[in-house]
Nanobody, 115 residues
Framework: EVQLVESGGGLVQAGGSLRLSCAASGFIFDDYAFGWFRQAPGKEREVVACFSHADDGTHYVDSVKGRFTISRDNAKNTGYLQMNSLKPEDTAVYYC????????WGQGTQVTVSS
């Protein structure tokens, strides 16, 4: 079964850090660009950070640049999102998915940042 499972969320104070993990199964992780997305209450899902096969680079939404870092360990079929200097506006459910060839969304992992 093609699947992505997110973990690592939690409750953290503003200024704190979290590291999210994305475990892939059922496909060759290295064959795909992947990204992290988030959805805050009442808002649409947005891409936060992603790898691009087009330019072999990483891309971030402006609001997280300099604070979040996306990475991947293809040997472990796992992707990561290191989130530092968290702000209350980062509160959302975070999801990972393939970029350009989405698979059904997982349950995500809740990140709550208190002020």
């Amino acid at each position: 079964e093609v699947q992505l499972v997110e973990s690592g969320g939690g409750l953290v104070q503003a200024g704190g850090s979290l590291r999210l993990s994305c475990a892939a199964s059922g496909f060759i992780f290295d064959d795909y660009a992947f990204g992290w997305f988030r959805q805050a209450p009442g808002k649409e899902r947005e891409v936060v950070a992603c790898f691009s096969h087009a330019d072999d680079g990483t891309h971030y939404v402006d609001s997280v640049k300099g604070r979040f870092t996306i990475s991947r360990d293809n040997a472990k079929n796992t992707g990561y999102l290191q989130m530092n200097s968290l702000k209350p506006e980062d509160t959302a459910v975070y999801y990972c998915n393939r970029v350009g060839s989405l698979i059904p969304w997982g349950q995500g992992t809740q990140v709550t940042v208190s002020s």
